[in-house]
């Protein structure tokens, strides 16, 4: 599974769209849920990002959503815009983190 997720996000990313230094904006709910983890990982890395929480599903269904969909057909909660890059789903957000802040780790162990 980690595996498609790569794929997926190498097929959408590409290597030319990780700059560190960009301003991320990270949506979800108004919670602590799947968006949680999200925002430890831009914390402890010290990132620079705009934590969109949503707390009226008007605001993410009629105003957000639209946009998101424009630029990825899997448009849901939570989502990361990156530049021109943007991933839907808790997984992949956290595949594409993972490459982006060089925190995948050596080797398999």
Not at 50 to 62: A, I, L, M, S, Y
Not at 70 to 89: E, F
Request: glycine share 10%.
């Amino acid at each position: 599974l980690a595996q498609v997720f790569r794929l997926l996000l190498l097929e959408s990313a590409g290597p030319q769209h990780f700059s560190i230094m960009s301003q991320v904006e990270m949506g979800y709910w108004g919670i602590r849920g799947l968006g949680a983890v999200l925002r430890m990982v831009f914390e402890y890395k010290e990132a620079q990002y705009t934590d969109v929480q949503f707390t009226d599903g008007g605001k993410w269904f009629k105003e957000k959503k639209p946009e998101i969909l424009a630029k990825n057909p899997l448009a849901n909660l939570p989502y990361v815009v990156d530049g021109d890059t943007v991933v839907c789903q808790t997984n992949a957000i956290m595949a594409y983190l993972g490459q982006k802040y060089d925190m995948e780790g050596k080797d398999a162990r």
